[in-house]
């Protein structure tokens, strides 16, 4: 059993391989990595799903990037900024970030990868977040996970304080996420490029 599942009861078969593929943490990053070149590179961008589609997923990059400056993982309980709307926005931010690239890609399996992701990784994954945040923090996390739900806001007013400030090192340091950045927008950049070379946009320039 994996270190996600260990104090689970076990489980055997294809059951307890779901499972552990469910919890592993490494492969939902991984292909999740994975998902922004395969949706860019076989995409049929047309221009207004192509601006539609960058423009959702440039929130979810810009939701990440504000979020990973906040939060010190399993050292501090991250309650400011993102936090304070959210308790998981570097996943609201993924979100955003796939069903933006989804609607650039102009197929519908992007749709039905997307979505399978989704639905396989993320409700694991969230429940083992609250679980192990919960023993972390104790009370304090009972109180702010209360009133904060999980990946949509109620509303879009937050707090700040200068000890828990945004931070680029945080950014840095915890998730590479500037990194992320730099590679989320590059495949955007692919999709525009192919875009302005499809037979129509260059009929239109002509």
């Known amino acids: 059993m994996g270190r996600r599942t260990k104090d689970m009861p076990e489980l055997g078969g294809i059951a307890g391989i779901i499972r552990e593929m469910r919890y592993h943490e490494f ?9 922004i070149p395969v949706f860019a ?6 221009e207004p799903l192509f601006w539609v589609g960058a423009g959702v997923a440039t929130l979810g990059i810009l939701v990440r990037l ?3 400056g906040f939060v010190v993982k399993n050292k501090e309980l991250a309650t400011t900024g993102p936090y304070a709307m959210v308790r998981h926005p570097l996943y609201t931010g993924n979100i955003l970030m796939l069903i ?23 409700p694991p994954t969230i ?23 999980a990946l949509f806001p109620r509303s879009l007013t937050f707090t700040s304080s ?14 590479w996420e500037p990194v992320i950045v730099v ?24």
Not at 27 to 35: E, N, P, T, V, Y
Not at 41 to 46: G, L
Not at 106 to 121: I, N
């Open 183 to 206: 590679y989320s927008f590059f495949w955007l950049w692919w999709m525009w490029r192919e875009l302005l070379a499809s037979p129509a946009i260059t009929i239109l320039i002509d």
């Open 100 to 122: 933006g690239f989804c609607i650039a890609n102009g197929y519908w399996w992007s749709w039905a990868v997307g979505a399978f992701f989704l639905f396989f990784w993320y």
């Open 162 to 175: 200068e000890a828990t400030g945004w931070s680029f090192m945080k950014s840095l340091k915890q998730n």
């Open 127 to 149: 429940s083992y977040e609250d679980n192990k945040l919960h023993g972390i923090f104790g009370d304090p996390w009972l109180d702010w996970s209360s009133q904060t739900p």
């Open 27 to 35: 492969s939902r990053q991984a292909i999740g990595i994975l998902l």
């Open 66 to 68: 504000w979020a990973s």
């Open 41 to 46: 590179f076989w995409a049929a961008p047309s």
